[in-house]
């Protein structure tokens, strides 16, 4: 698959997707995203955490996309990472908590730890 550039575009709130040339392919989540904070580009994907709107949104790379889905109830989703599983970590700002997203988009039990600030997934 080629390699993309995303960028969230704080004014529009939308992601600005270029290719590796700087030429822009796509807006995405333009008119739906409230204000998009973290990206991810995962095989012609893209996982944006929505900050405002407390939700996490995966889109298919491509024109006029909408999302593949969404999972809410994720206050003020602000770090986001994932691992070699597919499953993503999102950090919520408002609670320091760490929610755990299938690869469906489903919600897993929350870390129960608090005051997290920062977060990253490896080995």
């Known amino acids: 698959s080629e390699m993309h550039i995303a960028a969230?575009?704080?004014?529009?709130?939308?992601?600005?997707?270029?290719?590796?040339?700087?030429?822009?392919?796509?807006?995405?989540?333009?008119?739906?995203?409230?204000?998009?904070?973290?990206?991810?580009?995962?095989?012609?994907?893209?996982?944006?955490?929505?900050?405002?709107?407390?939700?996490?949104?995966?889109?298919?790379?491509?024109?006029?996309?909408k999302p593949i889905w969404a999972c809410e109830k994720i206050p003020s989703a602000s770090g986001l990472c994932n691992d070699q599983n597919g499953y993503f970590y999102v950090l919520s700002n408002a609670d320091k908590k760490i929610t755990l997203v299938s690869p469906q988009g489903n919600l897993s039990p929350d870390f129960n730890q608090c005051n997290f600030f920062r977060l990253c997934v490896g080995q």
């Open 8 to 65: 969230c575009d704080g004014v529009n709130n939308c992601v600005l997707v270029y290719s590796i040339d700087g030429q822009l392919n796509m807006k995405i989540g333009e008119g739906q995203l409230e204000s998009p904070y973290r990206l991810l580009l995962r095989e012609n994907c893209l996982i944006v955490s929505d900050y405002r709107a407390g939700c996490l949104y995966k889109y298919i790379l491509e024109k006029d996309a």
